[in-house]
């Protein structure tokens, strides 16, 4: 049990002994200034009303309740209106680094999830070009989510959305046709709403050089499968550039080809939740919250880009996933209210939890103080793979995770190719790498320090308490960042962790020192190794041993 977990125990049992409400879950924080102590609790002025006490007064009743030696508390001090700090001795707070050496590369994992199957889709994007930045964005996004469920006690499925059906299709087949046709030497131009990027050119070459028939390209649909097969790979080569692998891989030319469509609107019908209006089918949306109905099938017979939308989730329901997260980009907005009023009307999802969105904002990359808006293949944008290749997989993912995802992001190529301070996974990373290379210079086997023989009172350098925090602090920053769905709060951890372990790396020497010394910072140095490492792997970051 940490000490942190002690203490909330022993408030508790304080609080039950004062008449507080049975359901009492008293709340720790870590005091912005160290010289506070190591735990803060507001819990004496939750239970004022209650217990009709002055916040003081009842902090002070807390304080004389409790055992504060069974909490693992030196000294517990009340402050201001009623807050009240506790202080860990030096050796009773470097204790805890001993369960970080035994958990290895599971300490941070807890079994909350408690095997709940929970699908998360993210990327999803139509099969019509290479990934751009906002894909790559959503993908890094996904992933880590997905990561922190499972570290938490998740059962993820990881899912792509492919939407190989409707009209972005459609411009994707006739922009295709149309380089074929440029090939042939017609002087045929791409419709508006196609597709100019290079890669129609390659994709309309190879289509030449494996139909040979059709050099004139007039199998419209013989093109179109073939342009959706060479992007759909194209993407997966972006994805595996990237380190994201997927689970399942889901069709929407499916939901129709298995009359998934129909069944849904038969359903919806069935349901009472339709009506026809100006020959077009309605859903009843303004029930579940939406400001007015939406059209869901129109006077030609097609269906609005929604309903699939909640066939495909009707779907997920049908396989078991009773939670859903889509991962998706800010101008999806508008769909969220429609896809879950579909839902609810058929009784999925009530009240109004499924699925849930990560709804997240776009990037704007800039190198050499410029914007960057096209790339040398897609035209248009930047893909994925122009940013990989600028500058790695590793800068990418961090850069993509280091802000909260429905905020804006500028991208700076060469703040993330630089081998500086001010480049944070540069700078996280050898953190880790200077660990290591105590461990290489000493030729000790890192495997051999588990902390016994250790005596933690040794441990007593302010910034050697300060980084013993930080490392026992990662279970409960982990799940915290699990149930809110911020890998970013992982990303800000370890950088502040970073700075935490160069401060110390800088100020207590490891090797060369007396032997109990060296054991205790031994110790230490294989704890943040642990933590740094088990905080890059979530978010699909590598921990170099080397810089």
Partial sequence: MSAADRIRGELSRAAQTLGAPADVEPVLERPRDPQFGEWATNLAMTLARPLKKSPRDVANALVAAMDLGAAGVSAAEIAGPGFINFRIAAGDLAAGLPTIVAAGTNFGRRAAGEGRAVNVEFVSANP????????????????????????T???????????????????????????????????????DGGYHGEYIREIATRYVAEHPEDAQGTDLDAIRRF???????????????????????????????????????????GAG??????????????????????????????????????????TKWERGFKRAINVQGADHHSTVTRVRAGLQALGIGIPDGYPEYVLHQMVTVMRAGEEMKISKRAGSYVTVRDLIDEVGRD???????????????????????????????????????????????????????????????????????????ALLDFPMLVAGAAEALEPHRIASYLLETARKTHLWYHKAHVLNEPEEITRARLLLARAAMIVLKNGLSILGITAPDRM
């Fill in 273 to 314: 939740a339709t009506y026809e209006k100006d020959d077009a089918l309605w859903l009843c949306t303004t029930r579940f919250g939406d400001d007015k109905d939406r059209v869901m099938r129109k006077r030609d017979g097609t269906y609005t880009y929604f309903l699939p939308d909640v066939a495909y989730h009707v």
């Fill in 395 to 469: 800068a990418v993912r961090y850069f993509f995770l280091m802000r909260k995802g429905d905020s804006q992001l500028v991208f700076d190529i060469d703040l993330a190719r630089s081998q500086s301070e001010e480049n944070p996974v540069y700078y996280i990373q050898m953190a880790h790498a200077r660990l290591a290379g105590i461990f290489r210079v000493g030729e000790i086997d890192v495997e051999s320090v588990t902390g016994d023989d250790v005596d933690f009172s040794l441990l007593s350098l302010p910034e050697e308490q300060e980084l013993v925090k």
């Fill in 227 to 269: 342009a959706v097969a060479a992007l759909r790979h194209e993407q997966d080569l972006d994805l595996q550039a990237f380190g994201v692998k997927f689970d399942t891989y889901f069709l929407e030319s499916s939901l129709y080809s298995d009359g998934k469509v129909e069944k849904t609107v038969a359903a919806l019908t």
């Fill in 153 to 191: 006690g998740s059962r993820v499925s990881r899912e792509f959305y492919y939407n190989d059906a409707g009209v972005q299709i459609a411009n994707l087949a006739v922009s295709v046709q149309a380089r074929v046709a440029q090939g042939a030497g017609r002087d045929t131009a791409i419709p």
């Fill in 128 to 151: 019509t070009g290479p990934l751009h930045v906002g894909h790559g964005r959503q993908a890094a996004l996904g992933d880590a989510i997905a990561s922190l469920l499972e570290w």
